[in-house]
């Protein structure tokens, strides 16, 4: 069992910045043994996936179709996940969720049916 807890979602105009903060609660197989995405959500589209952290706490993934524009980061003790974003734009509004999953051979497909807990996730709006 895994909780999650977004936090730092904000209304930002386009061009600034955003740090959103995932608390991870592991107690049952500990922090080294889950992997972690960021994905968002707007109303009527499918949730996607920007970003994917390994169990290493250092492998990474990045869709191409974010070019490279999210960073994900977990801290030392793997019980806080972070996202960043520089240069926002309007397409960028969207419910944030952090999310885990134990697949450590398909954590970096990015598909949302892979991973099994979620966080009630965060909102972020960018106007322009």
């Known amino acids: 069992q895994v909780r999650l807890a977004e936090s730092g979602g904000d209304s930002v105009q386009a061009g600034g910045s955003l740090k959103l903060v995932c608390t991870i609660s592991?107690?049952?197989?500990?922090?080294?043994?889950?992997?972690y995405a960021w994905f968002r959500q707007v109303p009527g589209r499918q949730r996607e996936g920007v970003v994917a952290?390994?169990?290493?706490?250092?492998?990474?993934y990045v869709p191409d179709f974010t070019k490279g524009r999210f960073a994900i980061s977990l801290n030392d003790d793997k019980n806080t996940l972070y996202l960043e974003r520089n240069n926002l734009t309007p397409e960028d509004t969207a419910m944030y969720y952090c999310?885990?999953?134990?697949?450590?051979?398909?954590?970096?497909?990015?598909?949302?049916?892979?991973?099994?807990?979620w966080g009630q996730g965060t909102q972020v709006t960018v106007s322009s």
């Open positions: 592991a107690p049952h197989y500990g922090y080294d043994y889950w992997c």
């Open positions: 999310a885990a999953t134990d697949q450590g051979m398909t954590w970096w497909h990015l598909a949302p049916g892979d991973y099994t807990f």
């Open positions: 952290i390994y169990r290493d706490g250092r492998s990474t």
